[in-house]
C-alpha cells in the first residue's frame, strides 16, 4: 500500500484506504474517492496529480494525494 502522491503518470491502482478528518473522507467520497474504485493518474506536475475516477478526471494536490492509499 502506498499514497496515490507516489504514483506515476499511467498507472492504475486500486483505492485502499482513505485518511484524514470525516469533512476531507466525505469529501473525497462525493468526487468518486471511495474503497476498491479504480484511479488511473493521468498526470503528474511538482506532486500533483489529475487523476481519472468513474468516469471523471480529477485535480488533486499533493497533500489530498497523499490521504489516498493505494
Excluded: C
Aim: aromatic content about 2%; cysteine-free.
Amino acid at each position: 500500500m502506498m499514497p496515490l502522491s507516489m504514483a506515476k503518470a499511467g498507472e492504475v491502482g486500486t483505492i485502499r484506504k482513505i485518511t484524514g478528518k470525516d469533512e476531507v473522507r466525505q469529501h473525497l467520497a462525493e468526487m468518486g474517492f471511495v474503497v476498491d474504485a479504480e484511479v488511473v493518474v493521468v498526470n503528474e506536475i511538482a506532486g500533483n496529480l489529475i487523476v481519472q475516477v468513474k468516469d471523471s478526471r480529477v485535480a488533486l494536490d499533493k497533500t489530498m494525494a497523499n490521504r489516498i492509499m493505494i
